[in-house]
């Protein structure tokens, strides 16, 4: 892993350890590139597992956003609902590991796209990269949050499930059992269905939340007033994640979706 010398020591390289996730992704697997340029602010690229239309991976920018976070906090635990093929849940046990984090448990359903395939995939790219504080569990959002986390407090939660109004929000209540008072929820694809639901679901119980306009959008969200502003000044420029029209970006979702099957049947010609 690359490391960058700042005050207090060593820290990773966000952006070079994408790259080091990448690259073992692509030994393991076989991959799509989608969203060169990314897809409602400028960021990408992302992944699909070649053949698919779906799941989409986190981009990469993203991914740089949830390493800046992790230096900054160095957050000891974090669990997350929807792990696809584990491209951002190796990242985040990579960056985590190296910050003296001590676990990262996911919950994934297996039920986008092929998953199975999709968590054969996560699994192989968990030992090739010996992400050894993640662990994959499978089952459904709510219901089974507490078997996963055995009913741990985290610090760090990161909502990125099926993109679905109620969904999201029930994700948002089955999680109030695994949070303390100064954990981050994270939530991915903001400018997707569900998404602003949950964030406003969270808000209505005092959560403090703002949006960082990476490719597919961030809301990094806390009940704690110092936590928030801390946040702030690592995003400063960050919004308040207000409710709009997403009809461009679906519209732009769709263009992607259908542009990438088109190279996809003209290379196989």
């Known amino acids: 892993m690359a490391y960058l010398e700042q005050e207090g020591g060593f820290a990773f390289d966000p952006a070079a350890l994408v790259g080091e996730v990448r690259e073992a992704l692509k030994a393991v697997t076989e991959l799509d590139p989608l969203w060169m340029h990314g897809v409602v602010h400028p960021g990408g ?121 109620p969904q999201v929000t029930e994700d948002y209540h089955g999680l109030k059992d695994v949070l303390h008072d100064k954990s981050v929820i994270c939530w991915h694809d903001y400018w997707l269905a569900g998404v602003p639901e949950s964030v406003a679901a969270a808000e209505s119980d005092g959560f403090l939340c703002t949006k960082v306009n990476c490719s597919g959008e961030l809301v990094f969200g806390t009940r704690d007033q110092a936590v928030f502003d801390r946040i702030l000044r690592l995003f400063p420029n960050s919004e308040a994640p207000l409710k709009r029209t997403r009809y461009a970006a679906l519209a732009l979702l769709y263009v992607g979706l259908l542009k990438a099957g088109l190279r996809r049947r003209l290379s196989l010609r």
Not at 74 to 82: E, L
Not at 127 to 152: Q, V, W
């Open 45 to 165: 690229p992302h992944y699909r597992l070649e053949g698919t239309l779906g799941p989409v991976s986190f981009g990469e920018d993203e991914c740089v956003v949830l390493g800046h976070y992790i230096m900054e906090f160095s957050p000891a635990n974090c669990f997350i609902i929807g792990n696809a093929f584990g491209m951002s849940s190796v990242y985040i046990a990579k960056a985590m590991e190296s910050c003296g984090g001590r676990s990262v448990i996911t919950l994934d359903n297996k039920s986008e796209g092929d998953g199975e395939r999709c968590a054969r995939v996560a699994e192989d790219l968990r030992k090739r990269t010996n992400a050894r504080l993640l662990e994959n569990h499978y089952g459904r959002s709510p219901d089974d949050i507490m078997r996963a986390t055995g009913g741990e407090k985290f610090d760090l939660v990161l909502v990125d499930g099926l993109h679905a109004h």
